[in-house]
């Protein structure tokens, strides 16, 4: 037989399994880099506080929320602080991004508005505050 | 002497055991990660409590019409295109029943399927939504007030 071309079969062949081994190794190297610092339910957790928080907050409220983990969390992974939280007072939910690329979303059952939404830096922990106020739909 | 087809099958064949392992170790991967970060942030129950809370203050101290779906979202202050996301979120009241999980004719059901918060099994089983059951008199009464929560946060991709 064509040594050349067996040699060529076998190139093909293993070159077929780096490709794949590659492909393989970046999807779970890229998997496990998200539940670094356990991203995943940090965002969760804090998606549902906030939402707890709304559901029993009142019109004139005024919410102050240590946050201190999730800006800790968020800069490791080079995510902006004003991004962080999302406020959707049209679709009534919270949104919380502690990793780029992805968002955990939650809404909530109390037709409010979130309003003067902000990240305060050291006071003396990382905090954010909000207000809350007739919801939208109730004609605020 | 083998053709080409012949000495090249072998090694095509082998293509397959490589992805099946790389399925174990993936599996295993992503299994080891699942089982030390747990299963989420269940909140169900939180919600159940909460939204029978937030009704059940509105039924106490307004004189809200709670036979009529509007007049609950309006002045309970309830946020209407949630409830109507797939049965998720769940409510039923009655008044002077015996049994509201049985009962069919309720004053008020926002979606279906509450013979869920009646089983025993259904307290320990993740699988089945949350329930939460509160009984109070108002106007001498007897109100019996369901809700049910089966929502969870979702993670979406963002620009």
């Given amino acids: ?140 | 002497m083998l053709s080409k087809r012949g000495q090249a099958a072998p090694r095509q064949v082998m293509i397959f055991s490589f992805i099946l392992l790389l399925i174990i170790i993936g599996g295993g991967l992503v299994a080891g990660m699942f089982l030390f970060f747990g299963a989420g942030y269940d909140t169900r129950q939180v919600e159940a409590d909460t939204l029978n809370y937030a009704i059940k203050d509105c039924i106490l101290k307004s004189e809200t019409d709670f036979s009529s779906k509007e007049a609950l979202y309006q002045d309970c202050r309830l946020n209407e295109e949630i409830f109507a996301e797939g049965n998720l979120l769940r409510v039923k009241i009655c008044v002077n029943s015996g049994d509201c999980i049985e009962e069919i004719k309720p004053e008020l059901q926002i979606g279906s399927d509450f013979v869920v918060c009646g089983l025993v099994a259904a307290e320990t089983n993740k699988a089945f939504p949350r329930c939460k059951i509160s009984s109070f008199l108002k106007n001498d009464n007897k109100i019996d007030l369901i809700t049910v929560s089966d929502r969870f946060n979702r993670r979406s991709k963002v620009g």
């Fill in chain 1, 1 to 140: 037989m064509n040594k050349r071309a067996a040699l060529g079969d076998i190139l093909m062949d293993n070159i077929i399994f780096l490709i794949l081994l590659v492909l393989f190794i970046s999807v779970m190297t890229a998997s496990v880099i998200q539940q670094r610092d356990g991203v995943v339910i940090w965002e969760q957790y804090y998606a549902a506080e906030l939402v707890e928080i709304i559901n029993f907050a009142e019109p004139g409220d005024e919410i102050i929320i240590d946050v201190h983990k999730a800006t800790v969390i968020a800069k490791g992974n080079e995510v902006e602080f004003r991004e962080i939280y999302e406020f959707d007072n049209v679709k009534k939910r919270v949104g919380v991004k502690l990793s780029r690329g992805r968002k955990t979303y939650y809404s909530y059952f109390n037709d409010v508005s979130i309003v003067e939404d902000t990240i305060e830096l050291a006071v003396p922990i990382n905090v954010l505050k909000f207000k809350v106020v007739k919801g939208e739909s109730a004609g605020a």
